[in-house]
């Protein structure tokens, strides 16, 4: 039974507002424009209507979402509107290379990966120590990400032992929770390829290619690539997406399908006329 002061119409729209606030506030979400009274100028809310029910009215919401559409950050060279936006074609590499693990593991590299076990035993991982690659979700990085605890505990509303049990491999992340760790990642790394490339025209799948680069080998790896560099040479779109395919152990097997992936998004419609005209070797 609810208690008395709750309104039951109210909860669903408190729970979409929540949302809202979080999607708007991260920078994920932009409507193109706004339900209701508009505010002053100066910022100031509206004053209240006389006789008029200030509270949400989920009916007229619905209508408006039907009408309006949900936005991301336009960035510089984006592409218009009908096109899968940057976001989304950083989600979709990002999670088609890292994949999904609920429970922390040692990356391909650590010594203590075990054949055919690579999951994280109590104890394994050194907080704040020195310690080899150990990634969860879709490929955080727990050992190069110190703030792991404290963001864990904010983003999740975990206490200090959940993220421990975390850490021990004793406790998973829900499907949904990696969903936002990467998305919260995606928009980090957004970032560095604009400190990178200030006021550099990007294409939104060159943009999702560079973040997912970043993503993988983080942002002073994307710096000491060349990478960046090469575009603000004014290198053509071929030449940067071969600097990608051959960029960061892409001889590795388990990297080069990566590279050749995120040079392809580089390049765009024009992926299959720039894989044609290159040595196949290049790309191994």
């Known amino acids: 039974m609810l208690p008395d ?3 039951p119409a109210k909860l669903e729209s408190e729970a979409i507002q929540t949302e809202i606030n979080r999607l708007y506030t991260s920078g994920e979400l932009r409507l193109q424009s ?38 991301s950050p336009q960035f510089l060279g984006s592409n218009p509107v009908g096109y899968q936006n940057v976001l989304a ?16 593991y040692h990356g391909i590299y650590s010594k203590l990966r075990r054949k055919g076990d690579a999951n994280v035993r109590p104890g394994e991982f050194k907080e704040g120590g020195e310690n080899d690659e150990v990634s969860i979700a879709y490929g955080w990085n727990l050992s190069a990400h110190p703030e792991s605890r404290s963001l864990f505990k904010s983003m999740f509303g975990m206490s200090d032992e959940d993220v421990t049990s975390v850490f021990n491999g004793q406790r998973g992340l829900t499907r949904e929770q990696g969903d936002q760790l990467r998305d919260h990642a995606i928009m980090s790394f957004n970032k560095d390829v604009d400190r990178l490339l200030p006021g550099v025209q990007l294409r939104d799948h060159q943009r999702a290619a560079l973040i997912s680069l970043a993503y993988n080998m983080g942002g002073g790896g994307l710096r000491k690539s060349g990478i960046p560099d090469l575009i603000k040479s004014g290198a053509s779109d071929q030449e940067v997406a071969a600097k990608i395919a051959g960029s960061f152990n892409s001889k590795q ?13 580089y390049m765009g419609s024009k992926a299959a006329d720039f894989f044609a005209s ?3 070797n290049q790309l191994k």
């Not at 339900?35 to 209508?63: C, E, K, S, Y």
């Not at 074609?89 to 922390?104: C, H, N, T």
């Open 5 to 7: 002061n709750t309104d």
């Open 34 to 71: 706004t339900l209701g009274t508009p505010a002053h100028q100066d910022g100031r809310p509206p004053a209240p209507i006389p006789g008029v029910n200030q509270n949400w009215d989920l009916d007229m919401f619905r209508g408006f979402l039907q009408k309006e559409r949900a936005v």
């Open 89 to 104: 074609q950083a989600k979709d590499v990002i999670g088609g290379a890292e994949g999904f693990s609920d429970k922390p």
């Open 253 to 265: 097997a388990a990297l080069a399908n990566r590279r050749k992936h995120e040079a392809a998004l």
């Open 278 to 280: 290159v040595d196949t």
